[in-house]
């Protein structure tokens, strides 16, 4: 029984991704806390989420922008120890604190703009930043290894870029089979990943990968505006999430 729950929102979480970008992990980490009481969850969610961000890129390839995934690669390497760091040393309460002030104000920022209309779409070169934008990995990669949540600060970056939505997407996307094949082989190494949670992981990927083709589905109908007010809302949403659960 436990199984067809995981199931259910592995696909819902899946779909929502593949069509946003992200959020899988905001969806998915709480339930699976809640129904398997372990931290085994945590690694289940990597290894869904890389399964399902190679998929991703297979139909994205190409689509996405190589200096941003440079530098954002470059930053999350150095963030990766950093964020092993915090989580050894600093109480998660304070840090899931500060992380959600940050993306909540930020979000409700973005959001006033987009309303006002004041949020467009441009090119890649118009308004990116190198240093900006490995800042913005280095703030990943320690997301990552310290909550395993790499994607919401990546996504409020390129969104309040004004990109368009498939370059963001497939960029966000692609950086996702480095922060969670990176943090996996971490969890591996530092922590151990028991027979019976790659079994479980892995038997719900084909689940996860029905979610996916629904995504990129889904993608297809939403509209600039509409994909950028939902990212905006599952943003605030995992703020508010990471709030309520201190």
């Known amino acids: 029984m436990d199984w067809i729950y995981l199931a259910i929102i592995t696909l819902l ?7 946003t ?27 869904i989420i890389l399964c399902m961000s190679v998929v991703d890129w297979i139909k994205l390839r190409g689509q996405s922008s190589f200096n941003l995934l440079l530098w954002l690669n470059i930053g999350m390497l150095i963030g990766f120890p950093f964020g092993l760091a915090i989580f050894q040393n600093v109480e998660l309460p304070v840090l899931k604190l500060i992380i959600a002030l940050v993306i ?3 979000s409700l920022h973005n959001l006033v703009k987009l309303f006002k209309g004041k949020l467009h779409t441009e090119t890649p070169s118009d308004n990116i930043h190198n240093w900006k934008t490995a800042v913005t990995g280095y703030l990943s990669g320690l997301m990552t290894t310290s909550l395993a949540m790499p ?21 966000i996307l692609t950086f996702f089979i480095f922060a969670y094949a990176g ?10 990943v028991s027979v019976t949670t790659w079994t479980s992981g892995l038997s ?8 996916v083709f629904a995504g990129h589905y889904l993608a297809d109908k939403i509209n600039q505006k509409l994909f950028k007010e939902i990212v905006l809302f599952i943003l605030i949403l995992t703020a508010i999430v990471m709030l309520l659960q201190l």
Do not use: C, E, N, W
Not at 13 to 19: L, N, P, R
Not at 151 to 171: F, H
């Open 13 to 19: 979480a899946a779909t929502i991704q593949s069509a």
């Open 21 to 47: 970008g992200f959020g899988f992990g905001l969806i998915a980490v709480p339930v699976f806390l809640l129904i398997l009481d372990s931290s085994d969850a945590i690694q289940m969610v990597m290894m």
């Open 104 to 106: 909540l104000f930020f």
């Open 151 to 171: 994607g919401p600060v990546v996504m409020l970056y390129l969104v309040q870029l004004g990109l368009d939505k498939t370059l963001i997407r497939a960029t």
């Open 183 to 192: 943090a996996l082989l971490l969890q591996a190494l530092m922590v151990g």
């Open 204 to 211: 719900l990927v084909p689940v996860a990968l029905t979610g």
